[in-house]
């Protein structure tokens, strides 16, 4: 006959004392018995691991080092930094409505950070031409260059002396006469040298009329020997500032300087350089100075965020501090455990040290994540300490018996939430699995502080104390009497309520379900808002077209960059492309050089004034007008026409003017045409260097920009939209990757990093939930049932994986696991039902709590982002160790009477009180990603608490109830007379 034992006390009785109580009673026991030498160990043993991390522990600083190296994307942009460095610009943006203000306000910056070169290096703000000045002529195509040289056919006698020919008479008759022996030769029909013809006499037109209106406005009236391009005008200036088209915002850019230990990058370079700001704003008041760039951004991010977290720091001890005074009725039950939790932390800084020998920009978080779950321990110990000692229990006994009681459940906490971290490992981010190493151990440590420092402080505190002095917890009495008396109802309203925020998650669209919390991957969107740092670098998008974030790609040759350049610019996404080997001649030097030595040889007699001709006659010089203007009127063009117009019109205004203004005139306008004529052979001159242009002929300022020292040349490829969401992101990413597969640059980190951010944590989720359930049923289950439940899915899941490997196939791990814990699940369903559903119960809170938060979040529209991923296994953590607390509470007390102890109730409540305003305090920061983290944390902790105290309870005492019926019918049947017991068979 099968009789169930009368309680869940002596259930758990039957199994023996097990070694893990036996082992916590042993060690409470020896720390008891020697506080002051404990004590002395365990502060020799932090002061070692402070020492051992003030001298050891190094800082890693960039975001890059939160980047496995060895990933594909983060081994492109390696190659990249090595051959061109991994500084990014600092922009300063300087904006007028005039650009003589921004030009000189852009020189009077520029030289003042050229004077700091410990501080600033390759400012570029403006491109000088130098060499290249003297090399224009290679930039044109052979075929413009053979043009040219045909042309000079006409200047010849020009360029041999005979200047006299560019009279003005001379030229009147020279233009007519060609005018009307091309006319009579095609019997009015305008050929092509007709058309230079008219174009030349529209020129001569066109420019008399406007020096005659305007003595200042002289335009040339000579055609081009050679049509010049826009680059080779803009290679004739001798400064070409970094201005918009608009001209109405400048830009100057450079590197700061970094220092490798600075949390805030190059904090040194960007707080000396607002100083210059400032100066030169006082200096130029009508112009508008600011500043962005990569550089910028991270070091405003960092330094917000720090100055955020010291105030939330401030905030939260005050607020952790007052909470458990009231919790614990006093001040010194509550230092005792910061005293435990300072241990615990030099304990765990020295781990870190021996463990992964530094810090980075996310796990230097580490510290604020174990005072909010390692103060847990100590709120769980001291609540039952004290609920014993105030039910009778002298100092030592109090203590083992806690040890023994609430032992296994702060081991069972501390090692499943340690585990959660742990699994981090799995993930591919690195910053991710360096923070899981260092909380996992953090957190095992700061459990075996509990058991180890606790003891003694509290032996040395309480050794001459009544119990009826030490301080009375809170009790909760109203909560746990509405939970005993009407669990049906309380369980039904929270399931209700639960589900009904739960199914916020997602909503029905347009005949389909869509999430309501989405991952936003814009970081923009974590920084606080009116940054100027931000606003600037959205004007300067808005208004120039040029993004902080670009692509980069790396070509050998600048043939290849060329080629590239023209594939990207064809892109739907991008705007365009800057690069260098543009700037060199698009032709060889075999097929330019001797063209450009035939124009070097025809300038070489120019003289080095323009000649003085005698004074002009007027008379004679309006009848050499009349007649091109009557051929010019008589032809069938109408071009022509349109000339004859204009100097019909110049005729009407000349003969009004007095015979000395006229003389005037026109000696002047002789002798403006004579000296453009020379200036258009000296600019031909000048640029006709016969040595070809090589690389060091161009600005300095972008050579150290675009060409590395091993001869590499970069290309900057720019987005047409904002690419710091992730659908123009996505978009400009996969397309560019069509062109160039090992394209790399800050927006293709960005974009793998938040991917791999999120997958990240979703795996470690996943893997986490598994090895909490495996760790559950290792503490949940009978003894003799554990390896019965394990092994065998364990050998199924080891022989699956050789399998697949053998046969050449991929293993899917997550497949894996979630096999292992099905079969596990399905085996302890079979063999230890009950013991399973206690493990089932404790995973309640994370799971469902878990399930509220992220309705709230969707109800709120919350957002997760790669700043409050780090929630989900803090809540995760928290919410196990709230079920597994108080699983352990019910399987103490008696069958049939089970009603939540006041010290769990105390417990769960300044724990998760502590850790919401702990993480809560985050809300005052102006940093919108630290924001959002306490909210969202406070939310997920909020929710575990909710059904801790309410939901899980209420489903024990219900699950109580049902169990105390069967074990009373099973006896009260075992007790008929055995004809009766056949009878109701």
């Known amino acids: 006959m099968r009789q169930d034992a009368p309680d869940r006390q002596s259930n758990t009785k039957q199994q023996g004392e097990t070694l893990l109580t036996d082992a916590l009673r042993s060690i409470t026991r020896l720390v008891s018995d020697r506080p002051r030498l404990t004590l002395g160990v365990v502060l020799l043993l932090a002061c070692a691991a402070v020492g051992l991390t003030v001298t050891q522990l190094d800082f890693k600083t960039q975001r890059s080092d939160l980047i496995d190296s060895d990933a594909a994307f983060q081994r492109r942009w390696i190659n990249y930094t090595e051959s061109f460095g991994d ?101 009015g029909a305008v050929g092509q040298t007709n058309d230079q013809l008219v174009k030349h006499a529209d020129l001569f037109a066109t420019s008399m009329s406007r020096f005659l209106v305007d003595p200042n406005d002289f335009r040339s009236p000579w055609p081009e020997v050679v049509p010049v391009d826009s680059r080779l005008r803009e290679q004739r200036k001798r400064f070409v500032y970094l201005l918009n088209d608009a001209r109405t915002m400048g830009f100057l850019k450079t590197y700061p300087a970094e220092e490798a230990d600075d949390l805030n990058g190059a904090s040194n370079s960007i707080d000396r350089l607002r100083e210059v700001i400032a100066e030169v704003s006082a200096t130029q008041p009508d112009a508008k100075i600011g500043m962005t760039g990569i550089p910028v ?15 939330a720091s401030i905030v939260s001890f005050v607020g952790v501090g007052l909470l458990l005074f009231l919790g614990f009725r006093g001040f010194r039950h509550p230092l005792l455990a910061l005293g435990m939790l300072v241990v615990g932390i030099a304990w765990s800084v020295g781990y870190t040290t021996l463990a992964i020998g530094h810090l980075n920009i996310l796990s230097v978080s580490f510290a604020v994540i174990l005072i909010g779950l390692g103060i847990d321990f100590a709120i769980h110990y001291i609540s039952r300490y004290l609920e014993l000692r105030h039910e009778g229990e002298s100092l030592q006994p109090a203590l083992l018996k806690t ?77 746990r009497g509405l939970t005993a008396r009407f669990p049906a109802l309380v369980g039904i309203a929270s399931v209700l309520l639960i589900v009904g925020v739960g199914s916020q998650v997602v909503r029905y669209s347009e005949g389909s379900f869509e999430p309501r919390v989405r991952y936003d991957y814009n970081l923009l969107n974590l920084q606080a808002k009116g940054l100027e740092s931000v606003d600037v670098q959205n004007r300067v998008f808005e208004n120039a077209n040029n993004s902080l974030l670009f692509a980069v790609a790396i070509a050998d040759t600048p043939a290849e960059a060329r080629a590239l350049k023209w594939k990207f610019e064809k892109l739907a996404s991008v705007d365009h492309v800057e690069e260098l080997a543009s700037r060199l001649p698009a032709h060889p030097t075999e097929e330019t050089g001797l063209l450009v030595q035939a124009f070097r040889a025809q300038l070489a007699r120019l003289p080095s004034r323009p000649p003085r001709f005698a004074s002009v006659n007027p008379s004679s010089i309006g009848r050499d ?13 109408p071009q022509a026409k ?30 403006r045409t004579a000296a453009a004529l020379l200036g258009q052979f000296r600019a031909l001159e000048s640029a006709s260097d016969t040595q070809p242009v090589a690389l060091n002929d161009l600005p300095d300022e972008l050579t150290t920009r675009f060409v590395s020292p091993q001869g ?50 979703k795996s470690a989720a996943i893997y986490a939930l598994a090895v909490i359930c495996v760790v559950l049923l290792i503490d949940f289950l009978h003894r003799d049932h554990k390896l019965l439940t394990l092994l065998p899915p364990l050998v199924v899941v080891t022989l699956s994986a050789m399998i697949v490997t053998t046969r050449g196939g991929t293993i899917n791990p997550v497949m894996l696991v979630i096999g292992f814990v099905g079969m596990a699940v399905a085996i302890a369903a079979i063999l230890d039902f009950r013991n399973l559903c206690d493990a089932v119960f404790a995973m309640v809170p994370p799971i469902t709590g878990g399930l509220l938060m ?51 109730i105390n417990a769960i409540v300044l724990t998760s009180l502590t850790s919401m305003i702990g993480f809560g305090s985050m809300m005052f920061a102006a940093h919108r990603g630290l924001y959002s983290v306490g909210l969202v944390l406070v939310i997920g902790i909020g929710s575990c608490l909710f059904v801790s105290l309410v939901t899980l309870p209420a489903m024990l005492t219900l699950a109580d109830r049902m169990q105390s019926r069967k074990s009373e019918t099973g006896n009260s049947a075992g007790n008929k007379p055995a004809h009766q017991r056949a009878k109701a068979a």
């Open 712 to 761: 590499k040349w970069l290309l900057q490829i720019y987005p047409k939209e904002q690419i710091w969401d992730v659908e123009p992101l996505t978009q400009f990413v996969e397309e560019v990757r069509t062109v160039d597969p090992d394209v790399t640059g800050t927006p293709l980190q960005n974009y793998e990093a938040s991917r791999q951010i999120f997958d990240s944590y």
């Open 87 to 187: 500084t990014s610009d600092i922009v300063v943006v300087v904006e007028a409505s005039d650009s003589e203000t921004i030009e000189q306000t852009l020189e009077d910056l520029g030289s003042r950070l050229s004077a700091e070169p410990e501080l600033f290096s390759n400012v570029l703000y403006k491109i000088e031409p130098g060499r290249l000045r003297s090399k224009g002529l290679h930039y044109l195509s052979p075929k413009q260059l053979e043009a040219g040289l045909s042309r000079f056919k006409e200047y010849r006698p020009v360029l041999q002396g005979r200047w006299d020919l560019i009279r003005l008479d001379a030229l009147l008759n020279r233009m007519d006469s060609q005018l009307r022996a091309q006319q009579a030769s095609t019997a």
């Open 297 to 311: 951004l991270e070091s405003d991010e960092m330094r917000r965020s720090q100055s955020d977290m010291t105030t």
């Open 854 to 904: 992220l309705g709230v979040l969707g109800l709120t529209g919350i957002d997760l982002n790669p700043a409050n991923l780090i929630v989900l296994p803090l809540v995760l953590g928290i919410g196990v160790d709230d079920g597994v607390h108080v699983v352990h509470d019910y399987r103490m007390q008696r069958r049939g009477q089970y009603r939540t102890s006041s010290s769990t």
């Open 642 to 671: 349109k000339v004859a117009r204009t100097l019909n019109s110049f005729l009407d205004r000349f003969e009004n003017m007095s015979l000395k203004d006229q003389t005037d005139f026109l000696n002047a306008f002789q002798h």
């Open 625 to 637: 007008m009349e007649r091109l203007y009557q051929s010019l009127r008589q032809s069938s063009d």
């Open 403 to 479: 040890s023994s009681g609430v032992g296994a459940g702060i081991i069972t906490a501390a090692i499943t939430t340690s585990l959660a971290f742990f699994c981090a490992t799995f993930t591919q981010f690195l910053g991710v699995a360096e923070l899981g190493v260092i909380v996992g151990g953090g957190i095992l440590l700061c459990a075996a502080a509990t058991f180890l420092v606790l003891p003694a402080l509290v032996s040395l505190a309480d050794k001459n104390v009544e119990p009826k002095k030490l301080p009375t917890p809170f009790e909760a009495s109203w909560l």
